[in-house]
T-cell receptor, first 111, second 112 residues
Framework: NAGVTQTPKFRILKIGQSMTLQCTQD?????MYWYRQDPGMGLKLIYY???????DKGEVPNGYNVSRSTTEDFPLRLELAAPSQTSVYFC??????????FGDGTRLSIL | GQQVMQIPQYQHVQEGEDFTTYCNSS?????IQWYKQRPGGHPVFLIQ?????EVKKQKRLTFQFGEAKKNSSLHITATQTTDVGTYFC????????????FGIGTKLQVIP
């Protein structure tokens, strides 16, 4: 049972580039979340989904997009990378509206 | 908007000493969760408190939810080096999932 899997683990992007952070879970959870964590800070919710085909904005959605075509996958897209998006990104899933299972994170640097 | 304040931000304790972190919300919460994050790791869910005045224990960890459901605490008895990490609270407002707000966390260092 893999839980929540995030890829890649590390990435360096140039300003203006785009990329997709992948997240997949094998627990059949309806709820999935994307958070970012800046150094020494708590988690900020970017987007969340309560089921396939349903997504909604969190606290800091600007500069990001998501999709949820299947229960398992919840990719996060950065269209025009900016230095302010340098952060650690965590994907999480749960049966309820409370994130319980987190992936290992993607450490993203934008230079 | 909802704010969740957590204190202290840092705490150094000698191994064997007790440790407490406090979480305070600007609004009444429907529930509160606690997480632990080891250095370089991901948050790990510890517990959820729902009822006013609720107290739950997990071995050396004691979690409390205030009577007014606006504050919470995590107390660790006789800390061990394995307790090192950052402890986050996350409060859920009555508005539902998008209203879960994380505190800034308390970073615990245990000196052997």
């Amino acid at each position: 049972n893999a839980g929540v899997t995030q890829t890649p683990k590390f990435r360096i992007l140039k300003i203006g580039q785009s990329m997709t952070l992948q997240c997949t879970q094998d627990m059949n959870h309806n709820y999935m979340y994307w958070y970012r964590q800046d150094p020494g800070m708590g988690l900020k919710l970017i987007y969340y989904s309560v089921g396939a085909g349903i997504t909604d904005k969190g606290e800091v959605p600007n500069g990001y997009n998501v999709s949820r075509s299947t229960t398992e996958d919840f990719p996060l897209r950065l269209e025009l990378a900016a230095p302010s998006q340098t952060s650690v990104y965590f994907c999480a899933s749960s049966y309820s509206d409370m994130p319980q299972h987190f992936g290992d994170g993607t450490r993203l640097s934008i230079l | 908007g909802q704010q969740v304040m957590q204190i202290p931000q840092y705490q150094h304790v000698q191994e064997g000493e007790d440790f407490t972190t406090y979480c305070n919300s600007s609004t009444t919460l429907s529930n509160i969760q606690w997480y632990k994050q080891r250095p370089g790791g991901h948050p790990v869910f510890l517990i959820q408190l729902v009822k006013s005045g609720e107290v739950k224990k997990q071995k050396r960890l004691t979690f409390q939810f205030g009577e007014a459901k606006k504050n919470s605490s995590l107390h660790i008895t006789a800390t061990q080096t394995t307790d090192v990490g950052t402890y986050f609270c996350a409060g859920e407002n009555s508005g539902g999932y998008q209203k879960v707000t994380f505190g800034i966390g308390t970073k615990l260092q245990v000196i052997p």
